[in-house]
């Protein structure tokens, strides 16, 4: 779950975030979103991890069950990865309810994954940052903080964190669609699902 207090806020039956959820769009007639015109009752669980990437603190939140994709038996391992890069100002905690509603109407059947931008949230104090001998490429990207180091930054982050060969579909919201743009000009092999 959330440690940082905000697993009152975003758990079910919470009057901070009510989620009266209908996705009923055009937009969102993909089959695995069927008419959604309930709350969410059940628990849904959200984990929390920063991590280092390009050197950078970095928080990520997974919901559902699958935390690490990479060591994950390849048996039990989900299929596809749903993916969401943040707008301004980057903080992931904001589209926990998305994710939830997003979980629950796929069915629980993919994780999803929520990441901050590069420097714009910090580790609460005595909070584990995990750490890979991956991230070598911390001194390649100069500006990690500008456009270009934030795409090279979730860039990183996909060839470290999740397998090569699992399907990704990625949701950008605001400058987070640029950045999903840019990562498919930059990285035509990540197996991008329309």
Known sequence: MVSFGLESSFSSGSTAFPLPLKFVTPALSYPGFLEMDTEIKEEIP?????????????QVLKCGPW?????????????LLIFIIP???????????????LYSATKRRFPIWIISHAGH???????????????SNAEEVKDIYGLRGQV???????????????KLVIIGHSIGSYFS?????HAPELPVSP
């Open 181 to 185: 743009l840019e990562i498919l000009k």
């Open 152 to 166: 090279e930054h979730k860039l990183a982050f996909l060839r470290t964190q999740v397998p090569k060969e699992m």
């Open 46 to 58: 959200v984990h929390e991890e920063f991590i280092l990437c390009c050197g950078v603190e970095t």
């Open 67 to 79: 935390t690490d994709l990479i060591n994950n038996q390849r048996g039990t391992r989900p299929k």
């Open 121 to 135: 949230v910090l580790a609460p104090r005595g909070k584990k940052i995990l750490t890979t001998s991956e991230d």
């Open 87 to 101: 707008g301004n100002p980057g903080f992931p905690a904001f589209y926990v309810p998305f994710a939830k509603a």
